[in-house]
């Protein structure tokens, strides 16, 4: 099966492992998500914070969310949702001044349960070392000092953001490993692992709502979704950054109508729950910074967020 990836950034020349070189240009961060939109709605603010500062961020985006929904039957169609879809996510993607997106080609898989999951194409269905051979080599070409991903509950479960959990903690740790060939770069050890998050408490929340997107989930699965609030220990607050982060979302047009996560919330709420974002940092089996000295603890001191009411 070929996957098309697309093309390698220039290659820096040979560094230390783990050591930042004099370049001028700080290291670039990679965000690793599965769905066009999942940038946006978890991490836009904290992208536009950190291009702000001048840190590269590339964007490595496993699907085009092929089975997202269609807002607006004047979008797009079945048959061209990938395509519009991977057009609102660079245009998305502008707004917080990031322009280096490689989509690995899979197919989105749909919800849980649903008869996408079943096609060959999607992206659980590829063998889980393919997708972390790729990730890799994007890891070892891109040489970032910090990887941003989901966490094992993928947000809210979802199975393309379980997956690419699993394959991207995995990539980290190959992307390292000098006995791993991946075709492209040398070992490259990063130097800071965060799984975006969402408050468990904030879903909850959310699912109250008689009109929630969790509404129909049973309450023994919701208490499953997001992060507990104890375990989250970087967030960064983007309350300044917010209109850029509701351009990027917007961006999404085929993602943004009605039964959206943000639909019929109070404008207060949205307004709450679009300030601040919310990252939990992994152990790595290598000698790491100290917490807040990566990009994303810095901008998390540096915006002094204290921690959700
Ligand atoms: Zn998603």
């Given at each position: 099966m070929s996957i098309p990836i697309a093309t390698a950034a220039t290659a820096t020349p040979?560094?230390?492992?783990g050591v930042p070189t004099e370049d001028v240009t700080p290291a670039p961060v990679l965000f690793a998500y599965a769905h066009p939109d999942d940038e946006a709605f978890g991490s836009a603010g904290s992208i536009a914070l950190l291009t702000g500062r001048g840190v590269p961020v590339v964007l490595v985006c496993?699907?085009?969310?092929?089975?997202?929904?269609?807002?607006?039957p004047r979008l797009a169609t079945r048959e061209t949702i990938g395509a519009v879809r991977e057009a609102e996510l660079r245009a998305a993607m502008a707004v917080v001044g990031v322009a280096d997106i490689r989509l690995l080609g899979y197919r989105d898989s749909g919800m849980a349960g649903t008869a996408e999951n079943d096609d060959p194409r999607a992206f659980v269905n590829a063998p889980l070392p393919e997708v972390v051979a790729q990730l890799a080599a994007q890891i070892r070409a891109v040489r970032p000092t910090t990887v941003v991903t989901f966490g094992a509950d993928g947000i809210y479960g979802h199975p393309d953001h379980i997956y690419t959990y699993r394959a991207t903690a995995a990539a980290v740790e190959v992307a390292a490993d000098p006995d791993q060939p991946t075709g492209l770069g040398e070992p490259w050890r990063v130097d800071a692992l965060y799984f975006n998050a969402i408050p468990r408490e904030r879903i909850e929340a959310m699912a109250e709502r008689s009109d929630g997107p969790f509404r129909s989930m049973p309450p023994e699965e919701r208490a499953k979704l997001g992060t507990p609030e104890a375990e989250i220990d970087t967030i960064v607050d983007v309350a300044d950054l917010r209109e850029r982060k509701v351009r990027a979302i917007r961006a999404h047009q085929t993602q943004v109508g009605e039964g959206g996560p943000m639909a019929n919330l109070p404008p207060e709420q949205v307004a709450q729950f679009l300030s601040r974002e919310f990252f939990r940092r992994a152990p790595l089996p290598w000698e790491v910074s100290a917490?807040?000295?990566d990009p994303l603890g810095v901008l998390a001191q540096e915006t002094a967020a204290v921690p959700a009411d």
């Open positions: 040979p560094a230390a492992v496993a699907t085009r969310g092929e089975a997202g929904e269609i807002s607006d917490p807040g000295q």
